[in-house]
């Protein structure tokens, strides 16, 4: 798919199909539908359509005329945006992709979203956050609509004989007045850039175990840093890979003790990135959880859903995607991007309920529930991380079904030691339109992972699981400022919607982006 820019007058703009957003200014129950452009032409073709009482602009709805009066283009579709007051740049996002996703199946390639006029997204939230505020306007509403319109664009089917592997070839963001062209065409391949990294993270997690196992993983790592480093000028892109034999050499007992069960070599991906005139303040550390297949080892799960689990390596995967699109917008900050890669699986070599490990930071470690493997891989990861270099520590796992039963699909869990760091993260949160909820991690948790024998267990009891498994982690970044993001209910769309198939979604992929775009300059 590509994207790109028309500042012709939307009326003379031929296109297969012109979609616009209609949002419902009424406060009560009786609908005013509204066109978010200020085109007179565009507005006198919908007129009948919104007298007809057909229109309501609700979120998400459809509605298509071929051959609208007075325009160029070959059809109108007005795609619903909810009520005005709460319209902002995280709906613009999906209704951009609510858009695109109509299109698709109907063979139509090329689709022009008008960019709303005048567009200042007061009702979003982001807009009290000061550093968020000067990047409002046309290039935020631009970057929204691409990156809606890249994220609409996957389907996962990629293993039907079948499949109609159907995309849009384009999509043109249409802008009206007199606007800053050299803004709106960064916010362009900015909206591009991100688009196609999330997409890149949910091709990972979409493969099957067989198909993704840690070699695979870090041979596609290499693929990607490669591709990437030829394009970036004057900034060091490179990839390491650890093998098991390293991985013990390290003293990473918490990593290994998941990989020794395993015929699957497990892979510690360590992708580097160092642009020129980056801030010596911060060199940001982002480590993922990569099982590439979760069994449980010898706390088996059940066989009941147990395929999904192929996901598993969604926060290793959100890593991958992440630092590809820091690298293609050449932010200046120093990142270490690090994949704890392996399977977690039982078998005789496998550990057991009831052994102790030694992690690489010395702390000693009673393996109550092999299931809880995620956090074993990454407490070496995030140690790993410091001793590279991470002055500033940010960590992504499918990591505890309890966060599922406490956040469901909406929000991501985040965990932070650090007020300044959360708040970073909360910007960079809004200014993504990712939707992700605090947790807490108060002292108090860590008696539930006291061990009589260990230093520290590796399950936290009935109460609290998302949070003692952060408090586990915790105990592994030092004195760093840290986040922890527990992306076990939000990595997977359940059912399709609107703006996105089911399957991987590729969350945190934008927030990370942003978050790191938070410390150029400082
Ligand atoms: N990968 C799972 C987390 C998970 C579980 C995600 C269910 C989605 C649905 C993780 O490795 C795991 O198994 N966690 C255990 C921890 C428990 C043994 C303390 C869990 O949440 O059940
Ligand atoms: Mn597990
Ligand atoms: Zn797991």
New binding site residues.
């Given amino acids: 798919m590509n994207a790109n820019l028309s500042f012709d007058p939307i009326s003379q703009i031929e296109t297969e199909c012109l979609a616009i957003a209609v949002v419902d200014e009424s406060s009560g129950s009786d609908p005013k539908p509204r066109l978010l452009t200020a085109d007179t032409a565009v507005q006198q073709a919908a007129a009948e359509l919104l007298a007809s009482g057909e229109v309501t602009g609700r979120l998400f709805e459809t509605v298509m005329v071929h051959r609208p009066n007075g325009l160029k283009a070959r059809r109108l579709l007005l795609v619903g945006g909810g009520k005005h007051r709460n319209f902002s740049a995280y709906e613009l996002r999906k209704v951009a992709g609510a858009a695109a996703r109509f299109l698709k199946p109907k063979s139509i390639r090329r689709m022009t979203f008008a960019a709303p006029d005048a567009w200042d997204g007061t009702a979003d939230q982001a807009a009290q956050s000061t550093t968020v505020a000067e990047r409002r306007g046309l290039p935020e509403a631009v970057k929204a609509i691409v990156e809606g319109a890249y994220v609409a664009d996957f389907d996962p089917d990629f293993y039907r004989s079948d499949r109609k592997d159907q995309h849009l070839d384009e999509v043109t963001v249409a802008v009206a007045g007199n606007p800053d062209r050299a803004a709106l065409e960064r916010a362009l391949d900015e909206g591009r850039i991100i688009g196609e990294s999330q997409n890149f993270t949910r091709e990972l997690v979409n493969e099957p175990g067989n198909r993704m196992t840690p070699t695979i993983l870090a041979r596609r790592a290499g693929e990607m840093v490669q591709e990437t480093a030829g394009r970036l000028n004057g900034a060091r892109f490179g990839i390491e890979v650890l093998g098991g034999e390293k991985i013990r050499e390290l003293k990473m007992g918490a990593f290994w003790s998941v990989a020794q069960g395993s015929d699957e070599p497990p892979a510690l991906i360590v992708i580097r990135y160092e642009p020129e005139g980056a801030s010596p303040a911060a060199t940001v550390g982002l480590v993922g959880?990569g099982?590439t297949f979760?069994t449980g080892g010898i706390s088996i799960k059940p066989a009941d859903g147990m395929e999904k689990?192929k996901y598993?390596m969604a926060g290793g995967a959100a890593m991958l995607g992440a630092v590809r699109a820091i690298a293609q917008l050449g932010l200046k900050v120093r990142v270490i991007a690090l994949v704890c890669a392996s399977e977690?699986m039982p078998s005789g070599k496998a550990q057991k309920p009831g052994d102790v490990q030694i992690a690489m930071s010395g702390k000693s470690i009673e393996i109550i529930n092999t299931?809880a493997?995620?956090r074993l891989v990454l407490a070496d990861g995030l140690h790993y991380a410091r001793q590279l270099g991470a002055t500033h520590l940010v960590d992504a796992a499918?990591?505890t079904g309890a966060c599922v039963v406490a956040l469901g699909g909406v929000n991501a869990g985040v965990f932070a030691n650090n007020e300044e760091m959360f708040q970073r993260f909360a910007a960079a949160l809004a200014f993504a339109g990712e939707k992700m909820w605090r947790m807490p991690l108060d002292e108090e948790y860590k008696e539930q992972i006291r061990s009589g024998i260990a230093d520290i267990q590796n399950t936290g009891g009935r109460g609290a699981g998302a949070v003692t498994a952060a408090m586990f982690l915790k105990e592994f970044v030092d004195d760093a400022p840290w986040i922890h993001l527990d992306i076990a209910g939000t990595a997977w769309v359940d059912d399709n919607k609107a703006w996105i198939a089911k399957g991987p979604s590729g969350v945190a992929v934008r927030s990370l982006v942003e978050f790191v775009r938070g410390f150029e300059g400082s």
């Fill in positions: 959880k099982i979760d689990m598993d977690n299931d493997e995620g499918t990591l």
